[in-house]
């Protein structure tokens, strides 16, 4: 079952380009991306998106925003479900709501996405089970395919959510013409450079993040900042690491680090600095150096293109990722995020693929 790894959560961290190429090559040639579950349910109208989602399916939705914002120049909301549940809202006839699972299971996904029906938006799930409750609920499924997930961590399926989110972004862009044919296809020969970028960053970084693991265990306290595309993925990170290795982690936008975060960050203390886009990794670059002059330990995660005129002992520690477009540079920072959570946990000793008080689908509230 485990085919020789020790963990299925090490297993299916590992199956992450063979997701990525199937998912693509179902979905996505050099001159259309498919996505006749969207346009079916398309609405010339449509004013606003609105995602919901739970966990790391939420945190999926944090990038989905900046990347449908960007390309469709649609206004995006990211609700918790179980906050927007209870909440005033204003979805109407003319928002598009994009429920995101993997279980298709949750139930206050499940509840939050009957709220948005009440109000007569149009439902889309973007889920790995297409038969799931959530699914049959909804008036258009995309299927992420990304196969069994046994560990209770996800991985693979937040990955092929981002996948998914891309491709939602890039349809709603050429649905809406807000980028021209020349640009849509510049965005989709880099997506389709992805799954061997995902698998050369997994060979290069597991050594250096095993290793980094090792280092980073003794400490009570982690943090993860980054900006706009990058502060989602720290969110990602975070939950990552503090759900199986039981290290609290916090993350939070670079920009609020001197508003609070601060005080908290001594000597040693790790902070994890995310850094996969242009203008902002140099306002990060920054808060970088706020954190080290109070003795913290930076590993910085961060596009090698960004990283060119740095030296590598300016950091704790360099993750360095390769080349890619920026918008999609998340599906490739996050895998040292994982390689990291998972070897920490692993140092530490606990029980990885199902770690305690947790569940792998929450059908209770
Ligand atoms: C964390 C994790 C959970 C789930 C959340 C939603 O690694 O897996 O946070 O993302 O419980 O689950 P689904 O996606 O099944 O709705």
Redesign the pocket.
């Known amino acids: 079952e485990k085919q020789g790894y020790e963990h299925f959560m090490l297993k299916e961290i590992h199956e992450q380009p063979t997701v990525a190429r199937r998912f693509l090559s179902d979905r996505l040639k050099q001159e259309e991306v498919k996505m006749p579950e969207l346009e079916e349910i398309w609405q010339e109208d449509f004013e606003k998106v609105m995602i919901t989602?739970?966990?790391?399916?939420y945190y999926s939705g944090q990038v989905g925003r900046h990347i449908i914002e960007e390309l469709a120049r649609l206004p995006v909301d990211v609700e918790i479900a179980s906050e927007l549940r209870y909440k005033q809202n204003f979805i109407d006839e003319d928002t598009l709501v994009i429920v995101?699972?993997?279980?298709?299971?949750?139930a206050d996904?499940l509840a939050a996405l009957e709220v948005a029906q009440k109000k007569g938006a149009k439902i889309l799930a973007l889920t790995n089970t297409a038969s799931s409750s959530i699914a049959r609920q909804s008036d258009a499924v995309v299927d992420i395919m990304a196969g069994p997930e046994i560990a209770?961590?996800?991985t693979k399926?937040y990955l092929a959510m981002l996948l998914g989110f891309y491709l939602l972004g890039l349809k709603l862009a050429e649905l809406r013409g807000t980028l021209s044919q020349s640009e849509l296809s510049d965005y989709r020969r880099e997506i389709l450079k992805l799954p061997d970028r995902i698998e050369s960053t997994l060979h290069r970084t597991e050594p250096q993040c095993q290793k980094l693991a090792e280092t980073i265990v003794d400490y009570d306290s982690i943090f993860f900042i980054g900006r706009n595309l990058d502060y989602s993925l720290a969110l990602e990170g975070a939950?990552?690491l503090k759900?199986i290795s039981y290290i609290h982690a916090e993350s939070y936008p670079a920009g609020e680090l001197k508003h609070g975060t601060l005080a908290l960050v001594e000597e040693g203390v790790p902070v994890f600095a995310l850094m996969t886009r242009g203008k902002l990794a140099r306002k990060t670059l920054s808060n970088v150096e706020e954190v080290k002059a109070r003795g913290g330990r930076v590993i910085a995660v961060a596009s090698s293109q960004l990283m060119e005129e740095r030296a590598e002992d300016e950091f704790y520690e360099l993750i360095k990722l390769p080349v890619s477009n920026e918008l999609w540079a998340g599906v490739i920072a996050v895998i040292p995020l994982q390689l990291t959570a998972y070897y920490a946990a692993k140092e530490l000793d606990c029980s990885i693929d199902k770690p305690r008080n947790l569940a792998k689908?929450?059908t209770v509230e």
């Open positions: 989602a739970c966990g790391t399916a995101v699972s993997q279980s298709g299971e949750t996904t209770v961590a996800s399926a939950l990552k759900e689908s929450v």
